[in-house]
């Protein structure tokens, strides 16, 4: 929501770069007295310029670019594309075999984000062809958002969050820098309205520093398979801001979904506490 009202007034790959340079400076302080991790080797430092560089720069412009080529409807749908890649790559790339009890509590959670996202629209499939090229965008951006974790477990074995966070960052603001120009001189300037700020600098602080320094922090400590079930409240709360702010209607699709979910993530905490 606030990245589409951002867009509005800032171009995809500023409007990137601006999340990420500002994501970046809010989380340095943080890295610099983080000194109990040792120091990164060569594959480290590669890894982290992979997961910035994939895992943040193309991720985010593919999702804005997705996002202003589709609808929020879409896009929603969407969001499903990171913990099912997650939840299937996790245990053939970083060998974290889920237990059947966490295979069940993803199998919900999954099926609860697909209840709530579709939420009983009655010719889903016609509405989604129209959209296919924002639509193909976005699958790529959830392949990239999921690349990142992927790749940054092995890393958070080794290093604390808010340093993996905040090189990863800035990584990917260094990836960004040449097609933030290249809308510059193109002449697509951005209009820093109050919305535009506030958009940005909430998406920037947020979603992107705050968020991924939570991530960060809870892939040190569980599988990527079984943290990717927590991904899927995201299509609740869309709908549950649009319930709230947009006056959208509270469904029986939306009701049963979010019960499945909550009853995933119910199995997860007690596979947890096991």
């Not at 790559?89 to 075999?97: Q, T």
């Not at 099926?111 to 090229?133: D, K, Q």
Request: charged share 10%; with cysteine.
């Amino acid at each position: 929501m606030a990245t589409r009202v951002t867009l509005a007034d800032v171009p995809p790959a500023t409007l990137a770069l601006a999340r990420l340079v500002v994501g970046s400076l809010a989380l340095s302080p943080l890295a610099r007295r983080e000194t109990s991790s040792p120091p990164p080797t060569r594959r480290d430092r590669w890894t982290l310029a992979w997961m910035g560089i994939v895992g943040f720069g193309a991720a985010f412009i593919l999702g804005n670019w997705g996002i202003a080529a589709s609808t929020a409807t879409n896009a929603a749908l969407l969001i499903v594309v990171e913990p099912v890649s997650l939840m299937l790559l996790g245990p053939a790339l970083l060998g974290e075999r889920l237990t059947r009890r966490e295979a069940l509590a993803a199998a919900l959670a999954v099926g609860g984000a697909l209840l709530v996202v579709v939420n009983g629209i009655p010719g889903v499939t016609e509405r989604l062809v129209p959209h296919w090229r924002g639509d193909l965008l976005l699958v790529l951006s959830g392949l990239a958002y999921a690349s990142y974790s992927l790749l940054g477990r092995r890393v958070l074995d080794r290093h604390a969050a808010g340093r993996v966070t905040a090189s990863s960052i800035l990584w990917g603001a260094l990836a960004m820098l040449p097609l933030a120009l290249g809308e510059w001189l193109a002449g697509r300037r951005p209009v820093w309205t109050w919305a535009a700020v506030a958009g940005t600098l909430y998406l920037a602080l947020v979603v992107t520093a705050l968020g991924y320094l939570v991530w960060n922090w809870a892939l040190r400590r569980v599988k990527a398979a079984r943290a990717a079930i927590f991904l899927c409240v995201q299509p609740v709360a869309g709908a549950l801001l649009g319930v709230v702010l947009l006056g959208e209607p509270l469904t029986v699709f939306t009701l049963l979904g979010g019960g499945l979910i909550v009853g995933g993530l119910a199995l997860a905490f007690g596979s947890v506490a096991r």
